[in-house]
């Protein structure tokens, strides 16, 4: 009997457990998740949340359907910053922009820039004695990175030329905001403005094999780096980013917005950069590139020292844009042929404009004596 009644107790056991425990949770209702927008590329978010099974569009109300339409318009803007992102690109350093340069493989080669012609025996011996010098081998290729850079074009799918933009905007802006790729807020930094491009007269824009331009609405300064490339961009970062040059850079910034005298800032640069180019190209600098041993900084100063003589010119003459030609040819006479005053020039304003205001000599002072006869106290009669 033992036996079958430790047979019994096992088969209770298992009967009793479920009357000891509580009862049963009620099943939960599955959970039932409302259609959503797609929000980001593709509309990532919105299969993971209904399911790859369920079509993006079922069940989306009007309001739902006008929130997406926002949403794939935002991407939009924030593409034509330069990524897909809902944040500006952050600016850049000019140490950074050039380093990209220096490692990236510019679509124009640099084997096809214009090599120096040969001379006869003559011209070379007239050239030593009288010429300006020929550029030290060491710093050739620093010379053909330059022109490299003047001939490659603004690309829209290279961040780092997007980050250059951004950053130029805010510097003179002074904008702690990004801003769209395309736009008539460009118009107010001085790209595409129509009648300076009719009186300074550029010539077609370079256009290297893999680059196609878009035909978007709205101000673009891509199409206005004629000549210059993303030299002329880099030129105008680096204006905008030294701590020397940078007073300068928003002082003539302002001098283009003014109500008469008024400039497109920009395409101005642009011609600026076109001059110093040039001035490279038949070996005007190569005496100060040799001193200084570099080539892109002298091209930098020079750049500089011109903005500065001009806007020198365009406040005492009362320039206007009718006459700017006449403004940059004298400028260009001035960085070819007398380049090294141009330079110095610009060290003279840097030092007076950096050197801290002196507080006024003893000698200067004048004590009056109260007991000087000539001075009459308050109150006396």
């Known amino acids: 009997m033992s036996g079958a009644g430790g047979s019994e107790r096992p088969e209770q056991r298992p009967e009793q457990r479920p009357e000891q425990r509580s009862e049963p949770r009620p099943e939960e209702p599955p959970r039932v998740v409302p259609p959503i927008p797609a929000v980001g590329q593709g509309g990532v978010l919105q299969e993971l949340m209904l ?4 079509p993006p569009d079922a069940g989306i109300s009007e309001e739902q359907r006008q929130a997406r339409e926002e949403w794939e318009a935002l991407e939009e803007i924030q593409s034509g910053l330069g ?3 809902g944040a500006a690109p952050p600016p850049i350093s000019f140490s950074e922009a050039l380093q990209h340069f220096q490692s990236a493989e510019l679509p124009c080669p640099r084997g096809k820039l214009r090599a120096p012609r040969r001379r006869g025996i003559l011209a070379a011996l007239l050239r030593r004695l009288c ?11 620093e010379r053909e990175l330059a022109l490299a850079m003047a001939q490659c074009a603004l690309d829209d799918s290279e961040r780092v030329h997007m980050r250059i933009l951004q950053t130029i905007y805010r510097q003179l802006t002074r904008s ?24 300074l007269g550029h010539a077609p824009a370079p256009q290297c094999p893999s680059w196609t331009p878009k035909l978007i609405p709205g101000a673009d300064p891509g199409t206005d780096l004629r000549g210059t490339g993303m ?36 395409i101005m640069s642009v011609n600026i950069t076109r001059i110093v180019i040039q001035a490279l190209q038949e070996e005007r600098l190569s005496r100060e590139c040799n001193r200084r041993q570099q080539v892109i900084g002298v091209l930098n100063d020079l750049y500089a020292a011109a903005f500065l003589r001009l806007s020198r010119l365009w406040e ?8 700017a030609a006449f403004f940059l040819k004298e400028l260009e006479l001035s960085a070819k042929k007398k380049p090294r005053q141009l330079l110095k020039s610009l ?14 000599s003893s000698s200067q002072i004048q004590f009056t004596s109260i ?3 000539g001075v009459e106290l308050e109150g006396d009669s």
Do not use: K
């Open 316 to 323: 005492q003459q009362h320039g206007t844009v009718a006459n």
């Open 347 to 360: 060290e003279a304003y840097l030092s007076r404009s950096l050197r801290p205001p002196s507080p006024p």
């Open 83 to 85: 990524g897909s992102s």
């Open 131 to 141: 010429g300006p010098p020929r550029l030290r081998p060491q710093l050739r290729g």
């Open 176 to 199: 702690r905001l990004g801003c769209p790729r395309y736009g008539a807020h460009w118009e107010e930094l001085g790209f595409q403005d129509p009648a300076a491009l009719a009186s």
């Open 231 to 266: 030299l002329g961009l880099m030129q105008i970062l680096f204006f905008v980013l030294d701590s020397r040059t940078l007073p300068l850079a928003r002082e003539i910034f302002q001098l283009s917005q003014h109500e008469t005298q008024n400039f497109p800032f920009c």
């Open 371 to 373: 007991c000087d006869p």
């Open 51 to 54: 399911g790859a099974g369920q």
